[in-house]
T-cell receptor, first 112, second 113 residues
Framework: DADVTQTPRNRITKTGKRIMLECSQTKGHDRMYWYRQDPGLGLRLIYY???????NKGEISDGYSVSRQAQAKFSLSLESAIPNQTALYFC???????????FGEGSRLTVL | AQSVTQPDIHITVSEGASLELRCNYSYGATPYLFWYVQSPGQGLQLLLKYFSGDTLVQGIKGFEAEFKRSQSSFNLRKPSVHWSDAAEYFCAVGVRAGNMLTFGGGTRLMVKP
């Protein structure tokens, strides 16, 4: 099984709908991240969490919210999806000793 | 704040040819530097990283990268490319191990038979 698991892997929805992307990890890492990938823009940080009580906005948090339900779970929500939120979303955890990020396989979201 | 530039959006090489992917960063002190690879439909996988010490670092899949402080660069190289290397490659920079990484825009590598 993958160390970082994202669900759903693919989702098509309509403008105005609420969407939740879920992430779970078995790495035992405290730090978790949500990134968005758009062609030519690389990965941009949406939200990050240092532990269950510490959640912080990244560079593009507008229109998104998150919930850290447990050390292993970190969910990303779009309260009212819009077409420019169509993108590939990645969850990641971080090893604080090596600095390495471990990524899920991504959730492709299409907002019509 | 740190920033990363990958000047080449797309690169096409022939199988067996050598490869160099460019990465330039902006940061005042010695950064933590990473190269990640994203195969189609997959998440990102770490190829190699540089924290300190020897400026030539070896990674997985036969890749290496060289940190050049004077040029603020961390270019990725491979002597002989295989068709399975076709993927998107991301350079990333961090201030220290616990800090957020800033990613470049990525370079998409295509390999011709």
């Amino acid at each position: 099984d993958a160390d970082v698991t994202q669900t759903p892997r693919n989702r098509i929805t309509k403008t105005g709908k609420r969407i939740m992307l879920e992430c779970s990890q078995t790495k035992g890492h405290d730090r978790m991240y949500w990134y968005r990938q758009d062609p030519g823009l690389g990965l941009r940080l949406i939200y990050y969490s240092f532990d269950v009580k510490d959640i912080n906005k990244g560079e593009i948090s507008d229109g998104y919210s998150v919930s850290r339900q447990a050390q292993a779970k970190f969910s990303l929500s779009l309260e009212s999806a819009i077409p420019n939120q169509t993108a590939l979303y990645f969850c990641a955890t971080k090893d604080l000793i090596t600095g390495e990020l471990f990524f899920g396989e991504g959730s492709r979201l299409t907002v019509l | 704040a740190q920033s990363v530039t990958q000047p080449d959006i797309h690169i096409t090489v022939s199988e067996g040819a050598s490869l160099e992917l460019r990465c330039n960063y902006s940061y005042g002190a010695t950064p933590y530097l990473f190269w990640y690879v994203q195969s189609p439909g997959q998440g990102l996988q770490l190829l190699l990283k540089y924290f300190s010490g020897d400026t030539l670092v070896q990674g997985i899949k036969g890749f290496e990268a060289e940190f050049k402080r004077s040029q603020s660069s961390f270019n990725l190289r491979k002597p002989s490319v295989h068709w399975s290397d076709a993927a998107e490659y991301f350079c990333a920079v961090g201030v220290r191990a616990g800090n957020m990484l800033t990613f470049g825009g990525g370079t998409r590598l295509m390999v011709k038979p």
